[in-house]
């Protein structure tokens, strides 16, 4: 299982959870391991080309990932993180 850190615009769709475990080998495996559990967690993250959205920052480990097929190995941890933006 992989500890996946959920930031706090997101958390209201895990319940209130700021930290979940999910299964999977890439990152697309987790936030679909997610999204059966916590329905539209996924569409938050990833958009419908299935690229991670520009607003949002994801990373395995300390390495941040361009796309949802980075792999993610047994202990990894999946932090998300909304973009902040702005002027």
Partial sequence: MT???IPSQLQSYC???TRVEAAGATIDQVL???DR????VRF???DEQDRIRRHM???VGKEAAVDVGMAVREGDEVLLF???SGG
């Fill in 3 to 5: 500890a996946v850190f």
């Fill in 15 to 17: 319940g209130g959870a």
């Fill in 32 to 34: 679909r391991d997610l």
């Fill in 37 to 40: 559990r916590f329905p539209g």
């Fill in 44 to 46: 938050r993250v990833v």
């Fill in 57 to 59: 920052r994801v990373f």
């Fill in 82 to 84: 909304g973009a902040l």
